[in-house]
């Protein structure tokens, strides 16, 4: 659909230009000369002071003598010598088109020049405002005008062009989808039946118009400026829009304005950007106002905007290095819906002075830290105890906190091969989800034993405190048997790993017996056929007991293997003790390597292999 046009005056154009000079060629000589920045016009006074009352007072008002022409100056008129051409025209009577891209300064001109209809019937001022009020109804054409309003502040302002444009965009913005379609033909989105007649306001007269989408007015919106777009969003705000629109909007606009946005900041792509514009980026500074700018536009409701997106806002936010306010207000809305948040977008990467970790765990830490501020759900531990067949086969009730304690062992799993990163920030980031968020406790052995592998210096106090972590109760079969055979644990770990999984094992078998009976009781009244299968039974309860006895068996020798481990070691320190005295006192010196504990531990693993 075309957009609107008002045709005004029948006659045929007789202005035409001369350098810095409009010349009026109707035969008349001229008699008034108006002057318009550095343009001058050669006009006459009757066809304009006949339609303007200020042309008509500086007219009485100019003094000079009667043989020279008439010289009115307009230094700030609205639109320049442009606008005053169309002015000249209409009074004129010769043909011009009103348009949204020049109506707003037509408009402004007739009320400065006060073309009211106290001064003739039909005037500018009364046009233009009719031709301003059919624009509203066309989606596109309040778009262009509302873009122009700049040229011409603050006349735009005063008279409410600007609001009236922007209340127009919003409601149309806010209406029902289904109900109406507003005329959009340049996107494509708004098409009737071909050889349908379509009304201005963009409704079918023979066929129903296709439906549009809800972020059908987002590409629009994202090309007006900031100062602008806000004003939009406030009204839609107003006008009740849901806050899941209206950051779908916010969404469209950044993306559009804010170039570092879109890059890839994860170190798998650092390097890789979207597609080059031919439009060159604004500067760092003038995106750092922006975002800000863009931030304060965000939804306040929790869930309303997408996480991935707050993420990369921050990350943005760190690269232009805006206010910490602006990064503390983006860290406590990812905070409060963490849940909602991906592995990947949290992995940001660490671009402070200092670079001490290759990704940001102190932001990470203080994201978590706000999630378990407003983290609100009611702790009811039976939600979170699961059963044998739950922990066999992975399924567990979802809640937030088990949502992020899956998201949080995931990330330090991620982090754990950096070997900058200190044993303190491992464990306070692991630390924040409670034990009973976890009750799979895959994960976090998972994370534990990637940073035990990347460690190997630790103690083996320090590796006591990062196992302390881990209940090994939680563990999977799976879990459980990668950890009895893995030698980076301590011993005192998979002491413990085994002995819960023969608690387990017996419990399962006497949860099994107690079912099996009560069945077959039901079932089998006859006390022989019960009897037959009782014994069946027991048969197969023998065979899991010496299969529990056999992991006793295990753990009573690793025990023994401990203490024989811990004597022997004793044994060398005093022979070394020993030994350094000798030679000492004979005055010789020792230049042989001190023994090394975990050494000796190793060989003497072997050894005990080794043995028959």
């Known amino acids: 659909m075309a957009s609107m046009i008002m045709k005004l005056g029948s006659k045929s154009e007789v202005f035409h230009r001369d350098g810095h000079t409009w010349l009026c060629s109707t035969g008349l000589p001229s008699d008034l000369v108006v002057e318009v920045g550095e343009m001058a016009f050669h006009l006459h006074k009757f066809p304009l002071l006949s339609r303007s009352q200020v042309i008509e007072n500086r007219i009485k008002d100019y003094s000079s003598e009667d043989d020279e022409k008439c010289v009115l100056q307009f230094l700030d008129l609205p639109g320049g010598a442009k606008t005053f051409l169309l002015v000249a025209k209409f009074c004129y009577g010769i043909r011009l088109e009103l348009t949204a891209l020049n109506i707003v300064?037509?408009?402004?001109?007739?009320?400065?020049?006060?073309?009211?209809?106290?001064?003739?019937?039909?005037?500018?001022?009364?046009?233009?405002?009719?031709?301003?009020?059919?624009?509203?109804?066309?989606?596109?054409?309040?778009?262009?005008?509302?873009?122009?309003?700049?040229?011409?502040?603050?006349?735009?302002?005063?008279?409410?062009?600007?609001?009236?444009?922007?209340?127009?965009?919003?409601?149309?913005?806010c209406a029902d989808t289904n109900l109406f379609s507003w005329p959009l033909p340049e996107n494509g989105i708004t098409q009737c039946p071909e050889g349908n007649h379509v009304l201005w306001n963009g409704i079918c007269s023979t066929a129903k118009p296709q439906p549009l989408s809800e972020d059908w007015w987002y590409e629009d919106a994202s090309l007006l400026r900031l100062s602008l777009y806000k004003?939009?969003?406030?009204?839609?705000e107003s006008k009740g829009m849901k806050p899941e629109r209206i950051a779908g909007s916010v969404?469209?606009?950044?993306?559009?304005?804010?170039?570092?946005?879109?890059?890839?900041?994860?170190?798998?792509?650092?390097?890789?950007?979207?597609?080059?514009?031919?439009?060159?980026?604004?500067?760092?500074?003038?995106?750092r106002n922006l975002l800000e700018e863009i931030v304060a536009l965000v939804p306040s409701q929790k869930g309303a905007t997408p996480t991935s997106f707050l993420l990369r806002l921050l990350r943005t936010s760190m690269v232009l290095q805006a206010r910490p306010s602006c990064q503390d207000k983006l860290e406590k809305r990812i905070g409060a819906q963490l849940d909602q948040a991906a592995l990947e977008d949290l992995l940001i990467p660490n671009i402070g002075y200092s670079m001490e970790t290759l990704y940001d765990i102190d932001c990470v830490q203080r994201i978590l830290d706000h999630f378990a501020r407003v983290d609100n759900e009611p702790?009811?531990?039976?939600?979170?105890?699961?059963?044998?067949?739950q922990l066999m086969g992975g399924s567990h009730p979802l809640t937030p906190m088990t949502m992020v304690a899956t998201l949080v062992d995931g990330y330090l799993a991620e982090v754990a091969p950096d070997v900058n990163l200190k044993l303190p920030k491992f464990q306070s980031l692991a630390a924040v989800i409670p034990d009973y968020a976890r009750p799979l406790n895959d994960g976090i052995y998972r994370a534990i034993d990637i940073y035990l592998k990347a460690h190997p210096w630790l103690t083996d106090s320090e590796r006591e405190q990062i196992c302390s972590l881990m209940n090994c109760q939680k563990l999977s079969l799976e879990a459980s048997t990668h950890a009895t055979q893995n030698e980076r644990l301590p011993l005192r770990v998979i002491v413990q790993v085994l002995f819960f999984e023969q608690l387990r094992l017996r419990t399962s078998i006497a949860g099994w017996l107690f079912v099996s009976d009560n069945l077959e009781n039901s079932q089998n009244p006859n006390g022989n056929l019960a009897n037959a299968g009782n014994n069946t039974r027991v048969g197969a309860v023998r065979d899991h007991l010496v299969e529990a006895d056999d992991i006793m068996e295990r753990v009573s020798v690793l025990e023994k293997e401990c203490l024989g481990m811990k004597e022997e070691l004793e044994k060398l320190v005093k022979a070394k003790r020993g030994w350094n005295l000798f030679l000492k006192k004979f005055g010789f010196r020792s230049k042989s390597k001190s023994i090394d504990p975990k050494t000796v531990k190793s060989c003497l693993l072997i050894q005990k292999n080794q043995s028959p």
């Open 231 to 236: 004003r939009l969003i406030l009204a839609v």
């Open 105 to 173: 300064g037509i408009r402004c001109a007739a009320e400065y020049l006060q073309m009211t209809e106290d001064h003739g019937d039909g005037n500018l001022i009364m046009l233009s405002e009719r031709f301003l009020n059919e624009m509203f109804g066309h989606w596109t054409d309040t778009i262009k005008a509302l873009e122009t309003c700049k040229e011409f502040l603050p006349y735009s302002e005063e008279l409410h062009i600007v609001s009236r444009c922007i209340d127009s965009l919003a409601t149309k913005a």
């Open 379 to 389: 702790l009811d531990p039976s939600n979170y105890i699961i059963d044998e067949g």
């Open 251 to 287: 969404v469209h606009y950044a993306k559009r304005h804010l170039p570092l946005l879109c890059r890839q900041s994860s170190f798998q792509g650092r390097n890789h950007a979207g597609p080059r514009s031919l439009v060159s980026h604004p500067s760092d500074a003038d995106q």
